[in-house]
């Protein structure tokens, strides 16, 4: 059974920081792509950023590159999104997501349905 644990959630001001984290359980992290969607009210869920199993190659939503970078610790089992000059439109629940089928792969997807493990989301509140 794979546990995705997200943290690091908050209010923050306009143009502040935040990183989140999540932690995965599970042997397959270090061989899966991992991703972060987030979802606002009344919105479906969208992609923000993925990662390849290796961390080699990253992918971005037009409207976070530049701002947002994500990353992991295969050591740790841990994916993070580092998100700088946050905007009142960042304000979302944010969820870490994996698709175990992409193992060893250096493709990724930004269809949520592609993802086979989600964790249960944190908080991300920009206020103007």
């Known amino acids: 059974q794979v546990q995705l644990v997200e943290s690091g959630g908050g209010l923050v001001q306009a143009g502040g920081s935040l990183t989140l984290s999540c932690a995965a359980s599970?042997?397959?992290?270090?061989?899966?792509?991992m991703g972060w969607f987030r979802q606002a009210p009344g919105k479906e869920r969208e992609f923000v950023a993925a990662?390849?199993?290796?961390?080699?190659?990253?992918y971005y939503t037009e409207s976070v590159k530049g701002r947002f970078t994500i990353s992991r610790d295969n050591a740790k089992n841990t994916v993070y999104l580092q998100m700088n000059s946050l905007k009142p439109e960042d304000t979302a629940v944010y969820y870490c997501?994996?698709?175990?089928?992409?193992?060893?792969?250096?493709?990724?997807?930004?269809?949520?349905?592609?993802?086979?493990?989600w964790g249960q989301g944190t908080q991300v509140t920009v206020s103007s």
């Open positions: 997501a994996q698709d175990r089928r992409r193992y060893y792969n250096n493709d990724y997807s930004v269809r949520p349905s592609d993802y086979t493990d």
């Open positions: 990662t390849i199993y290796s961390g080699g190659t990253t």
């Open positions: 599970g042997r397959a992290f270090s061989i899966s792509t």
